[in-house]
């Protein structure tokens, strides 16, 4: 229970934090693709994959000096945060949550299918007992479930939890297309028992 009272918390922080970031204009939209087909859940990709290939190797440089990945995988009790700038900006973010001994995996403008990419090398290899899992705004639907999936495979008792997808300012046009990614989510979760569903737009609303 204490975790879960702590990834609520960090949920209401990560609120915060994501619209202090729109509202700076931090986000780097042009890097994150043009946005895509939620009824479809076919992204219009416009970018490699690869793109971040050179934030994941320098994880993966810190990891084999402080032989974190080891050290997390043994003990089995880490909660991993992965995604895009709303975590990878988070500086303090591993001290803020360290009684729930937090990971930060942000990297890039990360979409889901980004993630879905570097799952092992970014997720994995940690054995994480929760992942908070938050993606720039193109949320695929498709893809989110193969991210579940696959963790589910190796990892059946970690715990998802899905940050809701919240569009700045210069992506309020496409609303929509946010509300029904994240409608198909909040579905998912319920339906499925899968993942949890943090809706951090109440978050926001209630300020």
Not at 35 to 46: D, E, G, L, Q, R
Not at 90 to 95: H, K
Not at 124 to 133: G, N, Q, S
Request: net charge negative; glycine share 6%.
């Amino acid at each position: 229970m204490r975790s879960m009272r702590t990834i609520l918390r960090a949920m209401t922080v990560i609120a915060l934090f994501a619209t202090a970031l729109c509202l700076a204009g931090s986000q780097d939209v042009s890097a994150i693709g043009q946005p895509v087909s939620i009824a479809s859940a076919v992204p219009t990709k416009t970018y490699s994959l690869d793109r971040y290939e050179d934030q994941v190797k320098e994880y993966e440089a810190e990891d084999s000096l402080s032989g974190l990945d080891r050290t997390a995988a043994e003990e089995g009790d880490v909660t991993l945060f992965v995604g895009s700038s709303t975590f990878r900006l988070w500086r303090d973010l591993e001290v803020r949550f360290q009684d729930v001994h937090a990971i930060n995996r942000g990297f890039g403008g990360a979409t889901i299918d980004e993630i879905n990419h570097y799952v092992n090398r970014l997720v994995l290899k940690y054995r994480p007992a929760r992942i908070v899992e938050g993606d720039s705004a193109e949320v695929v639907f498709g893809e989110f479930q193969e991210f579940v999936e696959h963790v589910h495979r190796v990892l059946p008792e970690t715990q998802i939890y899905f940050v809701s997808a919240n569009p700045g300012p210069s992506r309020e046009k496409w609303a929509d297309r946010y509300n029904k990614a994240n409608e198909l989510v909040r579905d998912y979760s319920l339906k499925t028992g899968q993942c949890k569903y943090i809706d951090i737009t109440r978050s926001e609303e209630r300020r």
